[in-house]
């Protein structure tokens, strides 16, 4: 099967722009997580979505948001960017829980 | 804010050796995954142990938890330059339905040759 996938893999964006990230997640597998890793902060858990619907939501602004299609596909969006929001964005997917696959990651530049 | 902790934060060890790494954190859980990432690029899954399990090996990789301390480590045996990278723990704790993953600030292992 092939893993899972992360579009793009770098982004260049300035302050109070917005961003769309996409996901695609393994064949079959219909629960998708977002998680933020930042230097001073480490590996910080966004959302969860299962189905299109949002099962969890981490301690992020509303700035922060995703959905799901019905092909299991996720995006996550961050409106009005800050210089804090720089990061890598990994996506990881799962049958329904447990193991987790990540993709490659987004790296998010803002300038 | 990161809720398990790992130590050592920093390991560096020759070619052949063994390298431990632990993890403890904080709340009850269903399962402790660890993962494996190198230079800032996704995350690898090594392996999972469940809440009911005390020991689980793969290959060259051996995880130990204990419930009662809330700890795991992980033990890498007969190391080559190839492990070298970052190693996090996470967490699926047992009040969250889903999907929804706890990491350490994990442990940046150099295995010299």
């Known amino acids: 099967k092939a893993g899972v996938t992360q579009t793009p893999r770098y982004l260049i964006k300035t302050r109070g722009q917005q961003v769309t990230l996409s996901c695609s997640p393994i064949?079959?597998?219909?629960?998708v997580s977002w998680y933020q890793q930042t230097p001073g902060q480490g590996l910080q858990f966004l959302f969860e979505y299962f189905s299109e619907t949002q099962r969890n939501k981490g301690n992020f602004p509303g700035r922060f948001s995703g959905r799901q299609f019905s092909n299991s596909r996720s995006e996550m969006n961050v409106s009005t960017l800050e210089l804090g929001d720089s990061a890598l964005y990994l996506c990881?997917?799962?049958?329904?829980?447990?193991?987790?696959?990540f993709g490659p990651g987004t790296r998010l530049t803002v300038l | 804010s990161q809720q398990g902790e790992e130590d050592p934060q920093a390991l560096s060890i020759q070619e052949g050796e063994n390298a431990t790494m632990n993890c403890s954190y904080k709340t009850s859980i269903n399962n402790l995954q660890w993962y494996r990432q190198n230079s800032g690029r996704g995350l690898v899954h090594l392996i999972l142990?469940?809440?009911?399990?005390r020991e689980k090996h793969s290959g060259r990789l051996r995880v130990t938890l204990d419930t009662s301390k809330k700890s795991s480590s992980l033990l890498i045996t007969a190391s080559r330059a190839a492990d070298t990278a970052s190693y996090f723990c996470?967490?699926?704790?047992?009040?969250?339905?889903?999907?929804?993953?706890?990491f350490g600030e994990g442990t940046q292992l150099t295995v010299n040759p």
């Open positions: 990881a997917s799962s049958p329904t829980f447990g193991e987790q696959f």
């Open positions: 064949s079959g597998h219909r629960s």
């Open positions: 996470a967490t699926d704790a047992v009040e969250t339905s889903g999907s929804r993953l706890t």
């Open positions: 142990i469940r809440s009911n399990e």
